[in-house]
Nanobody
Framework: QVQLLESGGGLVQAGDSLRLSCAAS????????MGWFRQAPGKEREFVTAISFYGGITYYSDSVKGRFTFSRDNAKNTVYLQMNSLKPEDTAVYYC?????????????????WGQGTQVTVSS
């Protein structure tokens, strides 16, 4: 089992920045690739970004590429999502998730463990 706890959400204005954190506990953190997903009211959960076991490879959705940066610190069992130039359409609950090797990085059903989510609201 892997337990995930997100933090860092909040209410900001368009153009501002936020950094989300996700702390993991349980099994060996570096055995899992990590992802961030988000879900806005009335919409399906969508992929935001993913990172490989040691952080050497990252993937981003087109909607956040160039604005968001995903990183991980395996010594601290924590991943970080730096979000810059936030837009109102980034408003959603953000979830961090963990998956073992060999699975799709983009599909939420491929992730085994999920945090409870943290709300990000961007006002215009």
């Amino acid at each position: 089992q892997v337990q995930l706890l997100e933090s860092g959400g909040g209410l900001v204005q368009a153009g501002d920045s936020l950094r989300l954190s996700c702390a993991a506990s349980g099994r060996t953190f570096s055995n899992y690739a990590m992802g961030w997903f988000r879900q806005a009211p009335g919409k399906e959960r969508e992929f935001v970004t993913a990172i490989s076991f040691y952080g050497g490879i990252t993937y981003y959705s087109d909607s956040v590429k160039g604005r968001f940066t995903f990183s991980r610190d395996n010594a601290k069992n924590t991943v970080y999502l730096q979000m810059n130039s936030l837009k109102p359409e980034d408003t959603a609950v953000y979830y961090c998730a963990a998956r073992p090797a060999g699975r799709s990085w983009k599909r939420p059903e491929e992730y085994d463990y999920w945090g409870q989510g943290t709300q990000v609201t961007v006002s215009s």
